[in-house]
Structures are given as structure tokens and as C-alpha cells.
């Protein structure tokens, strides 16, 4: 049996998809000779700040860049032996500091280097340029001074952040807004958000989430976040096209730039597919997780493990269903015994287990690395098993998803709170934050006191819930507006008037996955277009070579989900029972098998940025949307938040 990920292939390997755009642009346009280059060296020394190592680290492995002909990567500020026969290029953020190291590297009667090659992550200032030409003995001694545009971490194939961790705090508190650091924030995201469009050489028709208030005078500055957002990146990429050579003259894709107040619930509801849960609920350090394994006669050794693009199996199981990871685990286990006489042989009998599996890296060498992949995901499911029956997550996750469907109110809010005494803190907070959201008239008065006093929370959570109410603004039910809380319900049918209607596409999926995060709906309506002018501005005409194909992909077919395995395994879990929604939770494997022929055929690309934080069930509505919408959808945010992230980092600050 062969777990290679043959099947993952395809688009993974695609030059047109984002990161790998991305990507090409560091090996082909930075680090390969170029040209102009005079006196080449077969080697190369490539010179980083903190910042633009973490780029390269996102869109590039350390063996490609070796490919391209570097020999030695380097820290900027740490003290560097003298090659004077080496040619160096240095990827710099434009700023002074940096520039300063820069000529006393290549300034004097020793140089560190033959030859500099510099390129900037965003556009330099004029001020720095000048700086640099005052230096007569370093001018001679530059090979290129350019400009990359590459200023943003590529988290993902179809996503980017821009590594502004704090910026609820720094956009949407009230110490921040009339701090010098708000429009730093909104300035350098925006330089970032525009150097995407740089790299991929697209020109955005650019929309954003209206103010709510009629009268911006009036209105919280918080408020006027994405419009003021929009309108510098606006700003920058309209440079572009006088500044950058064959960048489009009119718009070749779309942009809606919203924030984390249109959809509160997304951060803190318990999402249920694989790689939301691994964040939300394991000790991981980004996409890092350290696991112990046991060895006979010594003690356990720890290893770290990258969840990541590299590992088939992570793409093939991030975005499916923890009942159907679990499933398809267990039966790539079984399979690969049953196909292996050697492996069977190496079984206690009975069923596999992950010593087994062990037993078989030692009789299998040639499979280890399959093997030691397959044994990490299922230690990994197995313990998200164990902490979902240890924490009652079902019954919990079962009152959030009513609440946001209008299936519940408070009789089902307090009972569970009676019941379930040993609820975590986290977990009693994350279910009023979402009865908050659904039924603010619930937290009138003294109200949410006595809810927080039937929970045992303290009342400083109380700040955090008022936070929220704040960040939503006391009219979002009046509004009207998608991105507020007024989508219509049945009323005699529901216990509450909800904030999400049923999506019923026809196709099966698994219990507790009928969440959806907002903007779901609103790439889609984005993508046929039907977004509202009015809630949804625009900075320009859209173009119709901007919407892309949206007609065609308004009729499009979401891909054909691989044969769906039995939902009553004896393995698979009492909440996985099956049931009706608008997913069947398809993996990655399955878009990616349809993907390389496909990708071919796909429209203009969309982008949608989120101010505050996105969250991993957003992210996964971009693969989704791709395929279904046929247009590549990218994803961009100030961060990525998980949460327990999202409520201890950013709603720990008090808004009002």
C-alpha cells in the first residue's frame, strides 16, 4: 500500500495557485541569477531581517531555496563572517535600520560581500534611496535595487495574513482610536494587503463592509475600520499601475474587505472539522504539535510534528468532519496491515493499535514515513476523541448550533449549565457569548449578572460579553444588514429569531456541521453578483472582467465528494450520527483530485480580507467556495485566531 499522496498532487503543485505564486516570485524573480547580473558566483548568501525570514519560511522550503543556489542564510543583525568572493542578496523590510546594516556591510575598503542584490518587501521610501546613493563607496558595489512587493505571510495555499496579532486591540478599543498607533495599524496592513495584488499583478475592484451609521460624524471610529481601509489600499494599488511594468490597467479581480464585528460567533462556536479542533483543542504552537512516543525500556521521547502542506494525509483530513478523520484513519490502518503479510505479523492481534503500528516501522522500514504519519494522526484523533466525550462537547456543541439555527433559547442555555457542573470556564463563556449574540435582550439589566452568576463565572467575563455588544453596535438587529443579526426565522417554529437560516444544497453530511461562517454567503452573493451596493460599497465600477465568470459559476456544481463511507462504524462516534446540510464536509483530497484539470478553467480570483481576525472554518470556506464558484478564492486577515486566542488575547480588552 502507498501513502506517497500521489493523489494530492495536482493543484498543490499548480503555478497559478496563490502561494505558489508566491513562491515562484522568491526562486525565480529573487533568488535566481538574473540577466543583468555580471560576474555570477555558483553560490550565494541570502541575508534576512526577523521579518522577511517568516515570508520566505511561509511560501518556501529550505531545500528549494538551497536549489536556487544559496548556500548560507544569515540574520541581518547577528555578526557574519567576511565573504568577499560570495555575491549576497538581501530581502530587507524598507526601513532604516535595516538600510544602516546594509551599507556597513558593503561600505569601506572590505566589504563583507563581492556584490550586493537588494530587494525591498515593499515600496522604499525616497528618503531611504537617498540615504543609500549618499554612499558612493556602496553604489558600485549593487548589483539590483528593487522592489519584491511581498510583504505577507502565505498561511496557506489560498490564504495570508499580515501578522497584525492585535489588531481588535489596536483598531477597535477605545485607548486605540485616537492613538498614533491606529493609523500606523490601518497604514502598514493596508501597504500589505496591496503588495498581494503587486505579486500576483491583479488590479482589484475593491468593496468593504458599509459604517452602520448614516453619519460618519456620529459614527464609532472603529466603524469606519474597512472603509478606511479600503480607500488606502485603493490608494496604493492605483499607484501600481503607473509604477509597476504590465500591471492591468482595469480591475482583473475582486476584494471585499470586512471585520470581525459582522460575525462574532465564528471565533468562539466549537467547529467540529479536524484542523479547527487540532487548534482549538490540543497544545499546539502554530502549526507545531509536540507529542511523546514511547519506546520499550526508556522513557518517552518528544517529537514535534508540522501539520502542514508537505503531509498528504493533514491535507487530505484538515477539513473533514473529526467522526470522518477518525473513519478514514482507522481504515488506512486496517488496510495497510491487511495488504502487508509483515505487518500482520507484527500485530498482537485483535485490533490495530498505535504500538502495532510501531512494531510495523520496525518490520516495514521502507514504509516508515507513511507509517509514522499515519500513527500521529491517529494519536491526534484519538485524544480530540477523548477531550470531546471528557468535556461533553456534543451536548454543548449541540446548544450552540440551535442557538445560532433559533432551535434553542433559555430553557436550553440554563439547563445545560445545571447539568453540566464541571464545564470548563471557557466553555460556560463561549455558550453565553453566543446566547449573547443571538438574544441580546436576554443581557438587559441585571439579566446577564445572574446568568454569569448561574455559570460560577466571574464577573470580569461579563467585560468580555459587553465587548462584544459593543464591537456589534447596539442597532445591528435593526439594521437589516447581512452582516448583523436579522436574517428571518419562523417565529412560531423557532425559540429565538437565530442569526443563520438552513443551507440545503441536497448533500449528506454529519451532525453538528451545520454551522457556516458568514462569509460564506457573502463571497457567493460577491461572486453572482448580488452584494448589496448599499451595505457593500464600492471604490470603483465593477467591471465585468473583474466579476470573472459569474454566470457560469452561479449555475457551476460544487466537485463530486468521493464515495461516502458508512456512518455506522462501531468506530465512529455517538455525535457523528448523520443528518441532513448543505456539506458533505468533502476533504481536500477530493477538490484537489477534480482541481488540476479545473484549475485551468477558473474565473477571476476573489479576495476577502478580515480585519480582527479570521478564523479555520473561514479559511476552509475558501477551498470550499473554489471549487463550487470555480473562481480561486483567497483569504487574507490581520491573523488567524483560535478560540481560546481570540477570547484570552483580544477580548480581554475592555471596548466601552
Not at 477605545?174 to 491583479?202: Q, Y
Not at 491526534?380 to 432551535?407: M, S
Not at 433559555?410 to 464545564?423: D, G, H, Y
Not at 478580515?610 to 491573523?639: C, D, N, P, Q, Y
Request: proline share 5%; charged share 30%; glycine share 6%.
Amino acid at each position: 500500500m502507498s501513502m506517497s499522496g500521489a493523489d494530492f498532487s495536482g493543484v498543490g503543485e499548480d503555478p497559478r495557485i496563490f502561494r505558489n505564486v508566491c513562491r515562484d516570485r522568491i526562486l525565480k524573480d529573487m533568488l535566481k541569477p538574473d540577466k543583468d547580473k555580471e560576474n555570477k558566483s555558483a553560490w550565494k548568501v541570502l541575508i534576512m531581517d526577523k521579518f522577511t525570514v517568516r515570508i520566505i519560511g511561509y511560501a518556501c522550503k529550505m531545500a528549494e531555496i538551497t536549489d536556487a543556489g544559496v548556500s548560507l542564510v544569515e540574520d541581518l543583525f547577528k555578526r557574519r563572517e567576511p565573504m568577499p568572493s560570495m555575491d549576497a542578496i538581501y530581502f530587507l523590510q524598507p526601513l532604516k535600520e535595516n538600510v544602516i546594516m546594509l551599507l556597513s556591510d558593503m561600505s569601506g575598503r572590505c566589504p563583507l560581500y563581492r556584490k550586493a542584490y537588494i530587494f525591498f518587501s515593499s515600496p522604499i521610501p525616497k528618503d531611504l534611496v537617498t540615504y543609500i546613493k549618499n554612499d558612493m563607496s556602496v553604489i558600485p558595489r549593487i548589483g539590483a535595487l528593487r522592489e519584491m512587493n511581498l510583504e505577507f505571510f502565505a498561511i496557506d495555499m489560498q490564504g495570508f495574513v499580515t501578522d497584525h496579532d492585535m489588531a481588535l486591540t489596536e483598531l477597535y478599543s477605545a485607548n486605540g482610536h485616537n492613538s498614533k498607533n491606529f493609523n500606523d495599524t490601518i497604514s502598514t496592513m493596508a501597504v500589505r494587503i496591496a503588495t498581494t495584488f503587486a505579486s500576483l499583478k491583479e488590479f482589484p475592484c475593491v468593496r468593504y463592509r458599509a459604517p452602520k451609521s448614516a453619519d460618519p460624524s456620529t459614527a464609532p471610529k472603529f466603524d469606519m475600520v474597512p472603509k478606511w481601509l479600503a480607500n488606502a489600499v485603493w490608494e496604493i494599488v492605483s499607484k501600481y499601475k503607473s509604477t509597476i511594468p504590465e500591471f492591468p490597467q482595469k480591475e482583473t479581480c475582486e476584494l471585499l474587505i470586512l471585520d470581525r464585528p459582522i460575525d462574532q460567533i465564528a471565533p468562539v462556536i466549537h467547529e467540529w472539522i479536524y484542523d479547527a479542533m487540532c487548534h482549538d483543542l490540543l497544545e499546539m504552537d502554530g502549526n507545531k504539535y509536540i507529542y511523546e512516543v514511547s519506546k520499550a525500556g526508556s522513557d518517552p521521547e518528544k517529537k514535534e510534528a508540522l501539520l502542514e502542506d508537505q503531509d498528504p494525509l493533514w491535507i487530505e483530513l484538515r477539513h473533514t468532519h473529526i467522526a470522518d478523520a477518525s473513519e478514514r484513519l482507522y481504515e488506512k490502518m486496517n488496510t495497510f496491515v491487511s495488504k502487508n503479510k509483515a505487518a500482520q505479523l507484527s500485530r498482537d492481534g485483535g485490533e490495530v493499535s498505535t504500538t502495532d503500528l510501531q512494531k510495523i516501522v520496525q518490520a516495514l522500514p521502507q514504509y516508515s514515513e507513511q507509517v509514522e504519519k499515519l500513527t500521529l494522526h491517529i494519536e491526534i484523533a484519538g485524544k480530540i476523541n477523548k477531550f470531546i466525550r471528557e468535556y461533553g462537547l456534543r451536548d454543548i456543541g449541540q446548544v450552540e448550533q440551535d442557538l445560532v439555527f433559533g432551535d434553542a433559547g433559555a430553557k436550553e442555555v440554563i439547563n445545560i449549565l445545571r447539568s453540566k457542573q464541571n464545564m470548563s470556564q471557557e466553555n460556560k463563556l463561549r455558550l453565553l457569548i453566543i446566547y449573547a449574540i443571538v438574544c441580546p435582550d436576554k443581557f438587559e439589566g441585571d439579566k446577564g449578572d445572574k446568568l454569569m452568576q448561574l455559570a460560577k463565572l466571574p464577573s470580569d467575563d461579563m467585560k468580555v460579553i459587553k465587548s462584544l455588544q459593543y464591537l456589534v453596535g447596539s442597532d445591528a438587529k435593526k439594521t437589516g444588514r447581512a452582516g448583523g443579526f436579522s436574517l428571518k426565522f419562523d417565529a412560531q417554529k423557532k425559540k429565538n429569531t437565530g442569526v443563520r437560516t438552513e443551507r440545503q444544497d441536497g448533500e449528506e453530511g454529519w451532525a453538528l456541521s451545520r454551522f457556516f461562517p458568514l462569509i460564506e454567503e457573502l463571497i457567493e452573493k460577491l461572486s453572482k453578483g448580488e452584494l448589496p451596493l448599499n451595505e457593500y460599497p464600492s471604490l470603483s465600477e465593477p467591471s465585468s472582467t473583474a466579476q470573472g465568470t459569474a454566470q457560469s459559476a452561479s449555475a457551476a456544481k460544487p466537485a463530486q465528494n468521493p464515495q461516502p463511507m458508512s456512518r455506522r462504524s462501531r468506530r465512529t462516534p455517538q455525535y457523528a450520527k448523520s443528518r441532513n446540510s448543505d456539506d458533505g464536509q468533502s476533504s481536500d483530497s477530493a477538490v484537489l483530485r477534480h482541481a488540476s484539470g479545473d484549475f485551468k478553467r477558473l474565473g477571476n480570483r476573489i479576495f476577502v480580507f478580515m480585519v480582527g481576525g479570521a478564523t479555520r472554518s473561514e479559511l476552509r470556506t475558501a477551498h470550499k467556495l473554489t471549487m463550487k464558484l470555480k473562481r480561486e478564492i483567497v483569504l487574507g486577515s490581520s491573523s488567524i485566531d483560535d478560540p481560546p486566542q481570540f477570547i484570552s488575547v483580544n477580548l480581554s480588552f475592555v471596548y466601552f
